[in-house]
C-alpha cells in the first residue's frame, strides 16, 4: 500500500490525487491512480477548480463510478432502476443506499494518461561571447534581459495551494555604484534559482521546512548584497511554500513576482485529462531589477522590432534584452518610473535619475558605444 504524505507530491499524477485527497480529507492510499474523472461545471474550458475532478470508486459491482454529479435512481421498479439524467447511464449498485448513476465517465490513466507541457526550463542570457583585451564585450549584448519562468494559480497539481500568490518584496534593487544593476547579467534571478533549488532538494530529502529554508538562506545569501535581501522574509516564505504543493519553480517565480520584478505573459494549462485541461499555469519573464522589468515593459512598445513578437506567449515567453541600438533609440521621457521611485523614496527623484541616466551612459561606454 501506497501512502503520501499531503504536501510532498511526486509526479503530476500523484500530485492530482493528493489534491484530491486532501481535499476530501481521504488517506492517499484509498484513491486510484488508473482512474478519474473531469467535468466543466462552471463552462470555463477547464476543470481545474474545485469539485470538476475526483478520484473514480469502484461499485459492489465492480464498475468504475464517477462521483461527479452522482444522483440517486427512481426504484419504483426495484427490477429496473431507472436513472433521472436518462437511460443512457447506468445504475450502479452502492454500499449503501439505493443505486445511483452519473453522467461522467471514468478515463483510465494508463491508457489515457495525463500529458503535462514541459516546465519553461530558461537559464537566461549567458556570457558566452568573446572579449577585447579591454575587457570590451565582443559578442553579443543583451541589455535588462530576462528569464521565463512560471508559477500555477490553485488546483489539484499544487493541492490547491495558490504557487502565484505573492508574499511581499524580499528582493530589493541595490542602488550602489556597481554597473551589475544597469548590466546585461540576471544574476539575482539566478541567485535566486540557486537558493530554491537548495531548498526544495534538502526538502525533497527529508529535511524540514525550517531546515530545507536555512539550507536556500545559505546558498542565496552568498550572491546578494545584504541590505538587497531579506532574509527573514526569504526564510518565512520558503518555508510556507514548502509546506504547500508548490515544486521549485514556482517557489523561484513568487519570490521574484513578489519582489516586483516579473512581467506576467499570461495564462496556460500545463497538465490536461482527454484535452481537458486540469491545471492552469502563469508564464512570466522575470528580470534582474524592478527597473529592468519597469523599461522593459514601458520600452518595448516604443519599438518596431517589439510590435509583432511582443511577450511572446504563456507558454514560452520571449524575454531577451535590448540591443544596445534599441537602447539608445529608448525615450525615458515618456516613461513613468513613478513605481520605481516609490520603492527608494528616501532619495529625491531628480538624484536618482541623474544617476540612473549616468549609469546607462557609463555602461553603454563599456561596450564601445
Same mark, same amino acid.
Given at each position: 500500500?501506497?501512502?503520501?504524505p499531503?504536501?510532498?507530491p511526486h ?17 492517499? /492510499? ?9 467535468a466543466?461545471?462552471?463552462g ?5 477548480d ?7 470508486a469502484m ?12 444522483? &440517486?435512481c ?23 443506499? #439505493? ?8 478515463? @483510465? ?6 500529458? @503535462?507541457e ?10 558566452d ?5 579591454? *575587457? ?16 500555477? #494559480? ?7 495551494s ?19 544593476s ?8 539566478k541567485?535566486?534559482?540557486?537558493? %530554491?533549488?537548495?531548498?526544495y ?5 527529508? &529535511? ?32 510556507e511554500? =514548502? ?5 521549485q519553480? @514556482? ?9 516586483? %520584478? ?5 495564462s496556460y494549462c /500545463? ?7 486540469l491545471?492552469?499555469?502563469? *508564464?512570466?519573464?522575470?528580470f534582474?531589477t ?18 509583432t ?6 507558454k514560452?515567453? =520571449? ?21 520605481y $521611485?516609490?520603492?527608494?523614496e ?11 541616466e549616468?549609469?546607462? !551612459? /557609463? $555602461?553603454? !561606454?563599456?561596450?564601445?558605444?
Open positions: 500500500m501506497m501512502v503520501w499531503c504536501r510532498r509526479g503530476v499524477v500523484q500530485a492530482l490525487l493528493l489534491g484530491i485527497a486532501c481535499a476530501l480529507a481521504l488517506s492517499p /492510499a484509498t484513491v486510484h491512480a488508473e482512474q478519474l474523472c473531469v466543466d461545471l462552471n470555463n474550458g477547464d476543470a481545474a474545485p469539485g470538476e475532478f475526483a478520484a473514480c461499485t459492489p459491482g465492480g464498475h468504475w463510478q464517477c462521483p461527479i454529479g452522482k444522483i &440517486a427512481d426504484i419504483t421498479d426495484p427490477a429496473q432502476p431507472a436513472c433521472p439524467l436518462g437511460p443512457q447511464y447506468a445504475c450502479e449498485a452502492q454500499s449503501s443506499g #439505493p443505486p445511483a448513476c452519473t453522467p461522467h465517465a471514468c478515463q @483510465d490513466t494508463d491508457a489515457h494518461p495525463v500529458v @503535462d514541459p516546465v519553461v526550463d530558461d537559464a537566461g542570457a549567458t556570457a561571447g568573446t572579449a577585447g583585451t579591454d *575587457g570590451t564585450c565582443l559578442g553579443t549584448i543583451e541589455i535588462f534581459g530576462g528569464r521565463a519562468l512560471r508559477c500555477r #494559480p490553485p488546483g489539484p497539481a499544487t493541492t490547491f495558490n504557487c502565484c500568490k505573492d508574499k511581499g518584496k524580499i528582493v530589493r534593487d541595490g542602488m550602489g555604484s556597481s554597473l551589475s544597469i548590466g546585461t547579467k540576471i544574476a539575482v534571478a541567485t535566486v534559482f540557486a537558493g %530554491m533549488s537548495a531548498a532538494g534538502a526538502f525533497q530529502a527529508g &529535511a524540514s521546512a525550517g531546515q530545507a529554508a536555512s539550507a536556500g538562506a545559505n546558498a542565496m545569501i552568498v550572491g546578494f548584497d545584504p541590505t538587497s535581501l531579506a532574509i527573514n522574509l526569504a526564510i518565512n516564505f520558503m518555508i511554500v =514548502l509546506l504547500q504543493g508548490c515544486d519553480q @514556482d517557489m523561484e517565480t513568487g519570490m521574484l513576482r513578489g519582489s516586483g %520584478m516579473c512581467h506576467e505573459v499570461g /500545463a497538465s490536461s485529462l482527454l484535452g481537458i485541461c491545471q492552469k499555469a502563469r *508564464g512570466h519573464c522575470c534582474n524592478k527597473l529592468g522589468r519597469i523599461i522593459q515593459e514601458q520600452g518595448r512598445p516604443q519599438l518596431k522590432s517589439f510590435n513578437i511582443g511577450w511572446g506567449s504563456p514560452k515567453p =520571449l524575454c531577451r534584452g535590448f540591443t544596445p541600438e534599441e537602447f539608445q533609440a529608448l525615450d525615458f521621457s515618456k516613461m513613468d518610473l513613478s513605481e $521611485y516609490a520603492d527608494i528616501a532619495r529625491a527623484q531628480t538624484d536618482i535619475k541623474t544617476d540612473m549616468e549609469r546607462i !551612459d /557609463a $555602461y553603454l !561606454d563599456t561596450i564601445g558605444q
